[in-house]
């Protein structure tokens, strides 16, 4: 029995789409929406094998450590923040945190840059377009095609924020079943050219909404946005996040969207031109994490939103 555990967004798809191109296998998905990271609970401690995709080994490591001692072999690739490594002879962790890389890069490298296609997808997707430019270049891609996989990847990220997967057009795990198999995401959207005009379109009618937000808390050195309480919110969240930091790349920034709970979810992008240091700030806050040059808090509580814009404005002044 084997469990395939990933991130719902592009780079977390991507990833496990290289993977098991390479290394063919029937396993039990685990995944939910982009923010829903505390999955290796749901797999059985009986387990034999796991395979772990872009998903934080901090958050994880007590289901980790159950699995590891319940004689579970674990492969773990990941580019988040992990602290310490679990010792055991049974983990395979392939953990990389610089702020040019992603869990699909991670993937390529392993792979010997197989698919590379679909590790740019990813790279796209988490919004390191320096580095999947600089592969581009090596690789001699043309334009259209370099185009074509940056698109995919947006949308396929796009589609992992939300509150649940009643906010998503498409829950991962789906998405995930209809992009599998495909050698190229060229051959993915040919085959599903509705699927793609689905997201496309979502996509940009959500975008349209949040062009028209104005920044809450806007200085020199960054500026905070506080979106409304609306499924269209939840899902364009980080994407906006992404195009602030692509408009101004000298700047930080912060999204923040209202939950069912009433907490704000939280997205920080440190700036483009030096990003460092965003999960470091988002670790000052409970339920934060994520990585240098972008994290989030999952659960801000509404008494703390004046602790964090001071937090954020010292932090990147």
């Not at 685990?30 to 094998?49: F, M, N, S, Y």
């Not at 997707?125 to 947006?154: H, M, P, W, Y």
Request: with cysteine; charged share 15%; proline share 6%.
């Amino acid at each position: 029995m084997a469990f395939d555990v990933f991130n719902g967004d592009a780079d977390g798809l991507t990833a496990l789409v290289q993977w098991r191109l390479a290394y063919p296998q029937n396993t039990t998905l685990i995944t939910g929406v982009k923010r829903d990271i505390a999955l290796l609970q749901h797999v059985p401690v009986e387990t034999e094998q796991v395979n772990v995709f872009d998903i934080s080994m901090a958050k994880n490591r007590p289901a980790l450590e159950a699995l590891l001692q319940a004689g579970a072999s674990v492969f773990y690739a990941d580019h988040h923040d992990s602290g310490p490594l679990p010792t055991s002879p049974l983990l395979d962790a392939h953990i990389h945190t610089a702020s040019n890389t992603c869990t699909a890069l991670i993937i390529d490298a392993l792979l010997g840059g197989q698919y590379r296609h679909w590790a740019l997808v990813g790279a796209y997707g988490d919004n390191l377009n320096r580095s999947a430019d600089a592969l581009v270049k090596q690789g001699e891609i043309d334009a259209a095609t370099r185009d074509r996989l940056q698109r995919l990847g947006v949308y396929l990220n796009y589609n992992s924020y939300g509150a649940s997967l009643d906010d998503l057009l498409m829950p991962p795990a789906v998405l995930y079943r209809h992009i599998a198999g495909f050698e190229t995401p060229d051959d993915f959207m040919q085959a599903y050219p509705d699927i793609v005009m689905a997201l496309a379109e979502g996509y940009q009618t959500d975008r349209a909404h949040a062009e028209q937000l104005t920044a809450e808390y806007d200085y020199a050195g960054g500026a905070v946005y506080l979106l409304p309480n609306a499924p269209w919110a939840r899902r364009i969240s980080g994407m906006f996040g992404n195009q602030l930091a692509n408009q101004s790349p000298d700047k930080a920034h912060a999204v923040l969207t209202p939950t069912p709970d009433g907490d704000w979810m939280v997205s920080i992008r440190a700036p483009l031109n030096r990003p460092l240091g965003a999960v470091a700030l988002a670790q000052q806050f409970a339920t934060g994490g994520g990585r240098e040059g972008a994290a989030g808090i999952n659960a801000l509580p509404q008494t703390k939103l004046s602790d964090f814009v001071s937090a954020f404005s010292r932090h990147y002044p």
